[in-house]
């Protein structure tokens, strides 16, 4: 073969692997158009906070499992673009802190041992370890915004952090707020400041759909399916 015909299956070769990573990095058609959602709704929250607690140190809830995909598998993307959304919805003013909740260690043992819910849109509340979300609370005591890309642990009613005197809140992407209890726990869990707010994606409009302490209510009355009742 000569060199000239070396030189050009090198470059097709190359060309192709760049048009594969490329497909890869910036999908197309359904998951993009998954992907470009959730960093609208995670902008959508971020702006939320930065409004409702201007400069704030926020902590993040990331799912465990990404921590070690590569950088192109799904769950890692899925938490790039949330957090990259997250960041620009909260301006220059806040600061962020990603950690990683441990997992149930019986779930490594005996994953049936673990039930999860089938309509939850949150399966990792089920498998966070929920003590450990208060001991990653107690290491970044600066942190009075939490923002969890995972839902709120099943125990949530356990945590520390959830106690009225606590200072800390919660900010939720897409939350299955049954967790809480009832619609009137949830409603109370949001005028009482533990959840500052949540979004949700609209099913009307397809756009985000900010719920706080204002609008929470009004959605229950109109609208319970959207937050999951």
């Known amino acids: 073969m000569s060199v000239k015909r070396n ?12 048009a594969a990573i490329a497909v890869l990095v910036h999908p197309s058609g359904q998951k993009g158009a998954a992907l470009g959602g959730r960093q609208r709704e995670m902008e959508t929250l971020g702006a939320q906070i930065a409004k409702l607690r201007p400069h704030s140190k926020v902590l993040v809830l990331s799912n465990p499992f990404a921590k070690e995909s590569g950088f192109l598998n799904e769950k890692s993307r899925y938490e790039r673009v949330g957090l990259r959304g997250l960041t620009k ?28 819910p089938p309509d939850s849109p949150t399966p ?18 600066e942190c009075h915004v939490i923002v969890s890309l995972i839902g709120l642990p099943a125990e949530v009613q356990s945590l520390r952090i959830w106690d009225e005197k606590d200072p800390r809140c919660f900010a939720l992407l897409m939350p299955d707020l049954r967790l809480i209890g009832g619609p009137s726990d949830v409603v109370a869990a949001f005028r009482r400041g533990k959840l500052l707010a949540a979004v949700f994606e609209d099913g009307q409009s397809g756009d985000p759909l900010i719920v706080t302490k ?16």
């Open 7 to 18: 030189v050009f299956v090198a470059l097709a070769f190359a060309a192709v692997a760049v």
């Open 214 to 229: 204002d609008n929470v209510a009004q959605i229950f009355e109109q609208r319970p399916q959207v937050l999951g009742f």
């Open 124 to 141: 990792l509340s089920f498998l966070m370890q929920p003590d450990s979300v208060d001991r990653l609370a107690a290491t970044h005591p």
């Open 89 to 116: 919805g909260l301006g220059g003013g806040s600061t962020v802190k990603v950690v990683f909740p441990e997992i149930r260690p019986e779930y490594f043992t005996n994953p049936q041992s673990v039930i999860i």
